[in-house]
């Protein structure tokens, strides 16, 4: 475990003189059709980011969603992963579900009433070399 853990320590280090808003475009719309958000990251080739659902002992950080508190809005169930795909991870020495290409995570929402939603997203991308160190890029995604 603690090989493990320095490991990712070294990894997430190891930047490669790039920043991640370099190896990774986000973009969030309002789907007014099937009421939810979509979260969308356009990843450059040989590039991947994290499910929300690894195991963290293996060392990379999961993506994860934090949102601003907002009584206009109520989220429905957890955000939905597509295009997830599970690989053998040698910067982790194990099996962890990845995203690339074009990753989509959508969240079910109920609104009342024209509201502006904002939060954040942390992740971390990786490729077959090493890692980036983790980011955190805000958004906010108008409903009306």
């Given at each position: ?6 490991s990712s320590?070294?990894?997430v ?8 808003q370099?190896?990774i ?15 969308k ?25 934090k949102f601003?508190?907002n009584?206009?809005?109520e ?7 597509q ?13 962890l579900?990845?995203?690339e ?37 805000d958004?906010?995604?108008e409903l009306?």
């Open positions: 475990m603690l090989y493990n853990t320095l320590i070294v990894l280090m190891s930047a490669f003189g790039s920043k991640c370099d190896e475009k986000w973009s969030f719309q309002f789907n007014r059709a099937e009421n939810s958000i979509e979260f990251a356009e990843l450059k080739e040989h590039w991947h980011l994290y499910s929300q659902h690894i195991d963290e002992q293996l060392g990379p950080i999961p993506t994860e969603f601003e508190e009584t206009s809005l989220r429905i169930g957890e955000i939905e992963e295009a997830v795909k599970t690989i053998f991870d040698e910067n982790f020495g194990g099996q579900d990845i995203l290409g074009t990753a989509t995570f959508t969240q079910k929402i109920k609104w009342l009433t024209p509201t502006i939603l904002k939060g954040s997203i942390l992740y971390m991308l990786c490729n077959d070399k090493g890692c980036l160190p983790p980011d955190v890029i958004f906010e995604v009306n």
